[in-house]
């Protein structure tokens, strides 16, 4: 049995209404942030894993989900090679006593752990 034979026409009028109507101002009230792409440095949002501009797949941080940033880009890790944002490293080395590579569990000397430069 469906549950729209179960809701009562008038009722169900009102909730496909409120189901199908957008949030009013819900588009603008999230910007998301861009950092610039770290091949041709055109605006990418942050969540975003491919360049329209360049054409290239970015690279994520293990770390965050996010794609790396020249500017902020960390030594790998030393088992799984994955990239990392090291200003989110620095996060987790100021509240962890050991940090452990998110990907492949691996635990990181914080003495490896270093910024590379652009």
């Known amino acids: 049995m469906s549950i729209c034979v ?7 009028k009102k909730i ?3 189901v199908r109507k957008p949030p ?3 588009q603008q009230a ?14 990418l949002p942050d969540s ?3 360049c329209g501009h360049c054409q290239n797949i970015v690279p994520f941080c293990a770390v965050t989900g996010l794609h790396v940033v020249l500017s ?3 030594s790998p890790c ?6 990392m944002r090291y200003s989110m ?17 691996e635990e990181l000397a914080a003495s490896a752990v270093t910024k590379l430069s652009p």
């Open 72 to 74: 902020d880009w960390s």
């Open 78 to 83: 030393g088992n799984c090679l994955f990239p």
């Open 48 to 50: 975003s894993l491919s």
């Open 24 to 26: 009013k101002g819900d």
């Open 30 to 43: 999230f910007q998301e942030p861009l950092s610039p792409c770290p091949y041709c440095a055109a605006p």
């Open 89 to 105: 490293l620095e996060r987790m080395m100021a509240h962890e006593k050991s940090i452990v590579c998110p990907m492949c569990s």
């Open 16 to 18: 496909e209404v409120v």
């Open 6 to 12: 179960q809701i009562p026409e008038q009722l169900r």
